[in-house]
């Protein structure tokens, strides 16, 4: 069972997410500043411990 905060943030990481492939695919220039705001938030959040899965290969995919 997932907090309301926990499903909150994975909806604005997908959102951010797909806003941030949209834009490089489009080439443009606000997609590189962009990407890295995402793997920021994703490096944040996989360490505040909210990505943490049942599945221990998975965490090793995180990690890499």
Do not use: D, P, W
């Not at 905060?5 to 959102?15: Q, V």
């Not at 490089?24 to 962009?34: F, H, K, S, T, V």
Request: charged share 15%; glycine share 10%.
């Amino acid at each position: 069972m997932l907090s309301q905060g926990t499903i909150l943030l994975r909806i604005g990481f997908i959102i951010l997410s797909l806003t941030s492939f949209g834009l490089l695919m489009e080439n443009r220039q606000e997609a590189g500043i962009l990407e890295l705001i995402r793997c920021l938030v994703f490096v944040g959040v996989y360490k505040l411990g909210h990505l943490r899965s049942r599945f221990s290969s998975l965490g090793y995919a995180y990690e890499v």
